[in-house]
Protein backbone atom coordinates (compact mmCIF):
# COMPACT_ATOMS: atom_id res chain seq x y z
CA UNK A 1 0.00 0.00 0.00
CA UNK A 2 1.50 3.36 -1.24
CA UNK A 3 1.83 5.97 1.60
CA UNK A 4 2.79 9.72 1.74
CA UNK A 5 2.48 11.15 5.21
CA UNK A 6 3.07 14.96 5.47
CA UNK A 7 3.59 16.63 8.85
CA UNK A 8 5.42 19.59 10.30
CA UNK A 9 2.92 22.03 9.48
CA UNK A 10 1.50 24.52 12.37
CA UNK A 11 0.93 28.23 13.19
CA UNK A 12 4.53 30.39 12.83
CA UNK A 13 4.80 34.01 12.70
CA UNK A 14 6.00 36.22 9.92
CA UNK A 15 9.65 35.93 9.67
CA UNK A 16 9.49 32.32 11.21
CA UNK A 17 11.20 28.91 9.86
CA UNK A 18 9.30 25.52 10.00
CA UNK A 19 10.54 22.23 8.51
CA UNK A 20 8.03 19.85 6.67
CA UNK A 21 8.66 16.09 6.46
CA UNK A 22 6.99 13.60 4.12
CA UNK A 23 7.53 9.55 4.72
CA UNK A 24 6.64 7.57 1.70
CA UNK A 25 6.07 3.59 1.72
CA UNK A 26 4.98 1.17 -0.83
CA UNK A 27 6.86 2.30 -3.48
CA UNK A 28 10.59 2.07 -4.56
CA UNK A 29 11.13 6.08 -3.45
CA UNK A 30 14.54 6.33 -5.02
CA UNK A 31 13.36 5.89 -8.62
CA UNK A 32 10.62 8.54 -7.80
CA UNK A 33 11.17 12.63 -8.35
CA UNK A 34 9.51 14.24 -5.06
CA UNK A 35 7.86 16.91 -5.21
CA UNK A 36 6.28 19.63 -3.00
CA UNK A 37 2.90 21.56 -3.74
CA UNK A 38 0.64 23.71 -2.06
CA UNK A 39 -2.83 24.99 -2.25
CA UNK A 40 -4.29 28.48 -0.65
CA UNK A 41 -7.55 28.97 0.05
CA UNK A 42 -9.59 29.85 -2.59
CA UNK A 43 -6.63 29.19 -5.37
CA UNK A 44 -5.30 26.07 -7.12
CA UNK A 45 -2.52 23.82 -6.20
CA UNK A 46 0.72 24.83 -7.38
CA UNK A 47 4.78 23.45 -7.54
CA UNK A 48 6.65 24.71 -4.57
CA UNK A 49 9.53 22.99 -5.15
CA UNK A 50 11.37 19.41 -6.71
CA UNK A 51 14.34 17.15 -6.32
CA UNK A 52 14.86 14.74 -8.82
CA UNK A 53 15.38 10.89 -8.21
CA UNK A 54 18.76 11.35 -8.16
CA UNK A 55 19.15 14.32 -6.06
CA UNK A 56 20.75 15.82 -9.32
CA UNK A 57 18.06 18.48 -9.86
CA UNK A 58 15.94 21.00 -8.03
CA UNK A 59 13.51 23.54 -9.13
CA UNK A 60 11.50 26.15 -7.13
CA UNK A 61 8.97 27.88 -7.32
CA UNK A 62 10.21 31.84 -7.65
CA UNK A 63 7.69 32.85 -5.03
CA UNK A 64 10.22 30.82 -2.90
CA UNK A 65 13.59 30.86 -4.04
CA UNK A 66 15.99 31.53 -1.80
CA UNK A 67 13.46 30.91 1.08
CA UNK A 68 13.02 27.19 1.06
CA UNK A 69 15.02 24.22 0.29
CA UNK A 70 14.07 20.62 -0.70
CA UNK A 71 16.33 17.60 -0.02
CA UNK A 72 15.53 13.93 0.22
CA UNK A 73 17.10 11.07 2.07
CA UNK A 74 16.59 8.16 0.35
CA UNK A 75 17.87 5.54 3.52
CA UNK A 76 14.97 6.40 5.40
CA UNK A 77 12.25 7.21 2.59
CA UNK A 78 11.67 11.02 3.55
CA UNK A 79 11.57 14.09 1.54
CA UNK A 80 11.99 17.65 3.60
CA UNK A 81 11.09 21.26 2.83
CA UNK A 82 13.24 23.68 5.08
CA UNK A 83 10.75 26.82 5.07
CA UNK A 84 12.52 29.81 6.18
CA UNK A 85 11.61 33.90 6.17
CA UNK A 86 7.93 32.79 6.04
CA UNK A 87 5.35 35.21 4.77
CA UNK A 88 1.54 35.44 5.40
CA UNK A 89 1.18 34.47 1.33
CA UNK A 90 3.03 31.09 2.20
CA UNK A 91 -0.09 29.85 3.98
CA UNK A 92 -1.62 27.17 2.56
CA UNK A 93 -1.56 23.25 3.00
CA UNK A 94 1.35 21.64 1.82
CA UNK A 95 1.15 18.40 0.04
CA UNK A 96 3.57 15.52 -0.74
CA UNK A 97 4.61 14.44 -4.47
CA UNK A 98 6.11 11.71 -5.83
CA UNK A 99 6.21 11.26 -9.75
CA UNK A 100 7.66 8.20 -11.52
CA UNK A 101 8.85 9.04 -15.40
CA UNK A 102 6.46 6.61 -16.54
CA UNK A 103 3.71 9.07 -15.12
CA UNK A 104 2.40 7.48 -12.24
CA UNK A 105 2.29 9.50 -9.33
CA UNK A 106 1.15 9.77 -5.15
CA UNK A 107 -0.41 12.79 -3.26
CA UNK A 108 0.16 12.77 0.64
CA UNK A 109 -3.21 13.99 2.17
CA UNK A 110 -1.01 17.62 3.35
CA UNK A 111 -0.33 19.56 6.06
CA UNK A 112 -1.66 22.84 6.95
CA UNK A 113 0.94 25.53 7.09
CA UNK A 114 -0.48 29.09 8.73
CA UNK A 115 1.54 31.97 8.76
CA UNK A 116 0.21 34.59 10.87
CA UNK A 117 1.26 37.17 13.93
Known amino acids: QVRLVESGGGLVQPGGSLRLSCSASGFVFSTYAMSWYRQAPGKERVLVASIGSLADTLDYADAVRGRFTISRDDDKNMVFLQMNSLKTEDTAVYYC??????????WGRGTLVTVSS
Open 97 to 106: NARHYSGIQY
